[in-house]
Each structure stands twice: as C-alpha cells, then as structure tokens.
C-alpha cells in the first residue's frame, strides 16, 4: 500500500477540477483498510470512486481513499435469476455492458451512468424509469468507526429517490467494497415507458430485446449528455424536484406544458431540466462554466473554471427556477 502526498486530484474527478489532497491512497483490497483507518479521524476521509458525482471547490487537507477493489462472482443462480456480487471499484457502465452480453437483464436502463459500482447504491441510481434499487440484494461495507465489514440488505439501505442511508445519517461513516445484485436471465418485462426511449425505439417497440434497449439508451445519452473526457462535468448536476400534485395542479393551470411523472404518495416529479430550460439558462456560459447546450440539468467545464465558478452558476439557477416557480432545485452532485 502506498501513500501519496499533496496529490493532484484533477484527474480523479470528471468536472476536471484543479485541487489537490494531502494524502492519496488507491485502495485495491478490504484487507488494506483495517492497517490504514486505525486511528484515523472519520472526518478526515473523502471516499472516491469514479469522481463523477462531486465538485471540488477546495483542496481536501486530509486522506482521499480511491476505492479500487475489482472482481465479479456468481453467487448464486437459478433458471429465472442470477445474483451477482461485484466489486466497488468496478466501472457501472462497463458492468452494464457486461451484463447485457451475458443476457442478464434488469439494468440496461442504466446504460452510461458514469461512476462506479461501490457508488451506484448511495444515490441509488437511475435513468428511464429505473433505479438500482430494483435489482439490489445487498451489499458489503467497511464501518470506519467500529474497523469490521458488515452487511446491508435493502430495507436497511432506505432507498428514496437518488438517495439512501450512505447519503443521511451514515454518510461517511461506511466504505463500500461490494455490492450484490439479482438480475433477470429470461427477461419478460422490459422499461420502455419513457417518451425518449420509445421514440429511439421505434418499430421495435413491442419486440425490443434487453440488447436493443441497451444500445438505445447510449445512442439518447450519447446525443445529449457531454463526455467527460472531452468537456468536464458530473452528468445531471440537480435532482428532479418531487413536489405535491396539489402544488403541481396550480403550476399546471399556468405553466401548461409543464411535464411531469408520476411518484409514490401522490406526490409528482418535474424535469429540473424542463425548468432550467424555461428560466433561460441552456447554453448559457459564464466564462468556462456553463449549461450544457443540449442539456440544460449539465453543467459543464469548458477547461478552465475552478469549483466555485460551478457552484455560484448552479445557485444563480436555483434562485432564479425558485423565483419564477417557486420549486427547489437541489444539486445531485456532492460538494466539496
């Protein structure tokens, strides 16, 4: 196990933020994490995966841990389902792929979310009328406090919409090594209400194989979201706000091509795009922050801007969607 000092950590985050840590860590097994964490201050550890779900605006003065455990196991397999149990560090889109060429279904919904498979289950991803949520079985966490690995099931995940219990009153406190996932092998039921994807499917609407919804998704993602590899951002930066359908009837009655979906408790769910969109910001740039033209929930770095750049557009449109529709737009993506 080596440990850097004062690293750069601009390659380790997909905005392509400038910032730096004072200590660097690329941790490949479970067993490196008792030695490193004895002693250690909780609050001095920032947990990496993929970098694409946060947003430096300072330098970290304490450990950055890049969890880098691989692997894929079969655990356990019947004529219906697989369950699988895969290692943290493994890249989702990669996996999805994976999937999709062994027929195991249940995720190709979730096609390009960048990140990892450790951080898939902390927002509890999702795309296209998913979420990972669907599939989970458990997983396997490091407790940084106690030094031991426990196991979480989904009911004490508290899965809610991008959100769970890595994200509220244990955030920060677990490190996640692996996670499991039961998926389908005789696929019945495919998710292809979502407008965009039906479109992309066309004729094989009625027909279409996991495979086929898989390469539509990339094709709809590819055509309107950035590669980070090209122009730096974190994919969908605000959460989709969920409002009550009271709340949503009076928006409605004057904002009348307003979209929504449907949410459990009655509640209902507007684009935050749609919203963006409609207060004027897509395509806006601000020096090298700014909206991405295609997609007005992206924001991106054209090369140059630092975090708090970011951060101050992201609050300049939250502001403004609050002012004209009084709803809450609240960032996706972790701030550090």
């Given at each position: 196990?080596?440990?850097?000092?004062?690293?750069?950590?601009?390659?380790?985050?997909?905005?392509?933020?400038?910032?730096?840590?004072?200590?660097?860590?690329?941790?490949?097994?479970?067993?490196?994490?008792?030695?490193?964490?004895?002693?250690?201050?909780?609050?001095?550890?920032?947990?990496?995966?993929?970098?694409?779900?946060?947003?430096?605006?300072?330098?970290?003065?304490?450990?950055?841990l890049k969890i880098s455990i691989k692997g894929k196991e079969i655990i356990e397999e019947t004529d219906d389902t697989i369950l699988l149990k895969i290692g943290a560090g493994e890249n989702w889109h990669k996996t999805v792929e994976w999937c999709i060429n062994n027929n195991y279904a249940g995720i190709e919904n979730l096609a390009l979310i960048p990140g990892t498979i450790g951080a898939a289950p902390i927002q509890n991803i999702g795309a296209y009328g998913v979420e990972i949520k669907d599939v989970f079985e458990s997983l396997e966490a490091f407790d940084t406090v106690k030094l031991h690995t426990r196991a979480f099931h989904k009911d004490e995940c508290e899965f809610g919409y991008r959100d769970s219990i890595f994200k509220k009153r244990a955030k920060g406190q677990y490190i996640i090594t692996s996670v499991m996932l039961r998926l389908r092998k005789n696929p019945k039921a495919l998710h292809t209400n979502y407008a965009d994807l039906r479109f992309e499917l066309d004729s094989l609407i009625d027909t279409a194989s996991i495979q086929d919804v898989f390469k539509s998704v990339c094709a709809i993602r590819t055509r309107k979201l950035p590669n980070p590899d090209e122009i730096g951002n974190a994919g969908s930066f605000f959460k989709n706000p969920v409002i009550a359908s009271s709340d949503y009837k009076t928006l409605h009655s004057t904002y009348h091509g307003m979209p929504s979906y449907p949410h459990p408790d009655g509640m209902v769910k507007i684009p935050a795009a749609w919203l963006i969109e409609q207060c004027g910001w897509k395509g806006v740039r601000k020096g090298d922050a700014g909206v991405y033209p295609r997609q007005a929930l992206v924001l991106v770095n054209y090369g140059g801007a630092t975090g708090g750049e970011i951060i101050s557009l992201a609050r300049e449109i939250q502001d403004s969607v609050r002012t004209k529709f009084g709803v809450v737009i609240e960032p996706e993506v972790n701030v550090i």
């Open positions: 196990m080596i440990i850097h000092e004062n690293s750069s950590l601009k390659e380790f985050n997909t905005f392509g933020i400038e910032a730096s840590t004072r200590y660097f860590v690329d941790i490949t097994s479970l067993h490196q994490l008792p030695e490193l964490l004895e002693g250690t201050n909780r609050d001095e550890l920032l947990i990496l995966g993929g970098g694409s779900n946060l947003l430096f605006t300072k330098d970290w003065g304490g450990i950055v």
